[in-house]
């Protein structure tokens, strides 16, 4: 699949639910009630800050709220429609907020990252490199651009966990059927049409996205050796949690793996 339609697929799908930022970021925070916990534990005065795959923005705008005066925190993505998106919700809460620090938001791409070597101290992404086609790519981007000492906090499928591997599941069906019919996504071409709400994100991971990696921990590992410090814990929830007050987000059983890095 070319860079193209990836990136058509992005636009035409950015990632959460439509509507303004407090909708967006409420469906996150439920998804993943630990987040803005981590966010706090982010060091605030760093000078330069770089997140992968913002999205609509929503963690970007939470954490520069949180930063120093002196920072500057650069938001990419590889859809057009999801930075324009973030933009407007960065408009919509300087209505009612005042930014110490506003993320500034850009098209970019993981695997070709458009910043010179050791430019930033700190740099975060949460789901996205294993739907990129060459994570390992992706991997030593970060690194280049991480400053020695720069610290970098990931977020990525764990191999094994229960959403991940239903998701493959569903995957591998619809990939013997597009073999039999000689379609490309043939169910999420059929259930895409009807756009109804219930299919979210699950819809887009067991049938949309274009690429779905997950990994074990010792790939974790393998991927990230060129780091100083690695360290992994499995993290998230395959359910949303009723009482979401004190979640740390590890979970034995959880389907992402948090990578906290030091270069
Ligand atoms: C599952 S969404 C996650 C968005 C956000 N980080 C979040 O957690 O809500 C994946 C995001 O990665 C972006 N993406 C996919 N491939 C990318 C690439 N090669 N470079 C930059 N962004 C990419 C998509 O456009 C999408 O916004």
């Not at 591998?172 to 490309?184: E, G, P, R, T, Y």
Request: charged share 30%; hydrophobic share 35%; with cysteine.
């Amino acid at each position: 699949m070319s860079n193209k339609s990836q990136e058509d697929f992005w636009s035409e799908n950015p990632c959460g639910r439509d509507g303004d930022f407090d909708l967006v970021a409420k469906q996150r925070y439920d998804m993943e009630p630990y987040l803005p916990r981590e966010f706090e534990n982010i060091k605030k005065d760093y000078n330069d800050y770089l997140e992968i795959g913002c999205g609509q923005g929503v963690d970007a705008i939470s954490i520069s709220k949180l930063l120093s005066k002196k920072s500057k925190y650069i938001a990419i993505d590889f859809s057009k429609e999801s930075i324009e998106i973030a933009k407007k919700h960065l408009i919509q809460k300087k209505i009612s907020e005042n930014f110490a620090v506003e993320p500034y938001f850009q098209e970019g791409d993981a695997q070709a990252l458009n910043f010179e070597n050791e430019k930033f101290d700190f740099i975060y992404s949460m789901g996205v490199l294993h739907h990129t086609p060459d994570p390992q790519k992706c991997i030593d981007e970060i690194h280049r651009v991480l400053k020695t000492n720069g610290e970098a906090l990931i977020f990525l499928y764990k191999k094994g966990s229960l959403k991940v591997e239903i998701a493959k599941f569903m995957r591998f069906i619809q990939k013997s059927l597009d073999k039999i019919l000689k379609k490309d996504r043939f169910i999420y071409q059929i259930l895409n049409k009807k756009k109804s709400p219930i299919f979210g994100t699950m819809f887009l991971e067991c049938f949309g996205v274009p690429w779905f990696e997950n990994f074990t921990e010792k790939e974790i590992y393998r991927m990230f050796r060129n780091f100083k410090k690695i360290d992994v814990k499995a993290y998230g929830y395959n359910f949303p949690k009723i009482n979401k007050k004190n979640l740390t987000g590890e979970n034995k059983f959880g389907y992402f793996h948090r990578i906290h890095l030091i270069k």
